[in-house]
C-alpha cells in the first residue's frame, strides 16, 4: 500500500496563490543575512576593522603631539585635557565613517556584479532584509569602535572612562543606525562606485570633521555655531563624548531625541524605497 497522502490532502496544504508560507519573521533568514554581512568585512578585518583604528590613532597622535595640543579645551563650564576630549570624537567619528562603508557597499555591489537578486529572492520581508543589512553595518562600528578604544588605551595621556555608559550606548548605537540607513539610501540610489564614493567624501566626511570632533563649538563665530547645531552629527559626537567627560556643548536630551526622530524617518524611507523596487527592480 502507498504511504503517499492522497492528493486532495496535499492540494489542502498548499498555499493560495500570493498568500505567504510564512506569516511571521523570518528569524532563520534574519539571521542567515545577518551573519553573511558581519562574514563580509570579518574576512577582510585588517582592512575593515584595525586599519580604520591604526588611522584614527594616527589623528590622535598628530593633535596631541605634533601639535602641541597640552592646553585644555573649556567644554559645558569644566576644562578638559586636550587629549580625553578628543579622543571620544575621533571612536564614534570612525563608528560612523565605517557604518556608512559597510552599509553603502550591500546593495551597490550588488547591482553592479549583477548579484543583487541574492537579496531580493530569499524568502525575506522588506523589513527584515532593512534590519539585517542596518546590523551589520552597526555591528561593524562597534568592532571597529571597540578596535580604537584599544589603540587609545595604549597611547599615555588618554583616560576613557564611562562616565555614562547608557549615553555611550545611545548615540553610539542610533549614530551607527544613522549612517548605516545613510549608506542604504546610498546603495538604492547610487550606479556605481564613484557614486557611493562622492557621498562619503563631498557629504559624510565634511559634517563628520566639522562637527566639533576635534574642537568645541563654543569657540566658534555666531554663525558657524549656528551651523554646527544645525548638523546632526554634532549631537552625535557632543552626547557619546558626555558618556566619557560627563560634560558636552550641546543638550544631551535634545541631541538624544533628534535622533532618534532622524533614525525613525530614515528608516521609513529606507522601507519605502525598498519596497517600490526603487533602481533594484526596476
Not at 500570493?18 to 578585518?45: A, C, H
Not at 593633535?63 to 580625553?84: L, W, Y
Not at 548605537?173 to 562606485?193: C, D, H, M
Request: glycine content about 10%.
Amino acid at each position: 500500500m502507498s504511504s503517499q497522502p492522497p492528493i486532495g490532502e496535499i492540494r489542502a496544504l498548499m498555499n493560495a496563490p500570493g498568500v505567504p508560507v510564512i506569516r511571521n519573521v523570518n528569524w532563520g533568514g534574519l539571521r542567515t543575512l545577518y551573519i553573511k554581512e558581519v562574514r563580509r568585512f570579518f574576512k577582510v578585518q585588517l582592512q575593515t576593522v584595525w586599519a580604520p583604528a591604526i588611522t584614527t590613532l594616527l589623528f590622535l597622535v598628530i593633535f596631541t603631539v605634533a601639535t602641541g595640543g597640552k592646553q585644555p579645551v573649556h567644554v559645558g563650564g569644566i576644562n578638559v585635557p586636550f587629549a580625553d576630549f578628543i579622543a571620544p570624537g575621533l571612536i564614534v567619528m570612525s563608528m560612523l565613517q565605517n557604518a556608512f562603508a559597510n552599509a553603502s557597499f550591500s546593495l551597490l555591489v550588488g547591482k553592479i556584479q549583477g548579484t543583487i537578486v541574492d537579496y531580493l529572492m530569499p524568502p525575506l520581508s522588506t523589513a527584515e532584509l532593512l534590519v539585517a543589512m542596518v546590523g551589520g553595518a552597526v555591528t561593524r562600528a562597534v568592532c571597529v569602535g571597540g578596535a580604537v578604544c584599544l589603540a587609545m588605551a595604549l597611547w599615555p595621556g588618554v583616560h576613557l572612562y564611562p562616565v555614562h555608559p547608557f549615553a555611550i550606548l545611545w548615540f553610539g548605537l542610533l549614530g551607527s543606525a544613522f549612517l548605516a540607513l545613510i549608506g542604504v539610501l546610498t546603495s538604492i540610489w547610487a550606479e556605481k562606485f564613484d557614486h557611493a564614493a562622492a557621498v562619503q567624501n563631498f557629504v559624510i566626511a565634511p559634517l563628520t570633521l566639522l562637527s566639533g570632533t576635534f574642537y568645541s563649538v563654543d569657540k566658534l563665530a555666531p554663525a558657524f555655531r549656528a551651523f554646527s547645531h544645525a548638523n546632526p552629527f554634532f549631537y552625535i559626537i557632543s552626547g557619546f563624548r558626555y558618556g566619557f567627560l560627563g560634560t558636552a556643548d550641546s543638550p544631551v536630551l535634545l541631541g538624544g531625541v533628534v535622533i532618534l526622530v532622524i533614525d525613525a524617518a530614515l528608516a521609513t524611507l529606507c522601507y519605502a524605497l525598498l519596497r517600490s523596487g526603487w533602481k533594484i527592480k526596476n
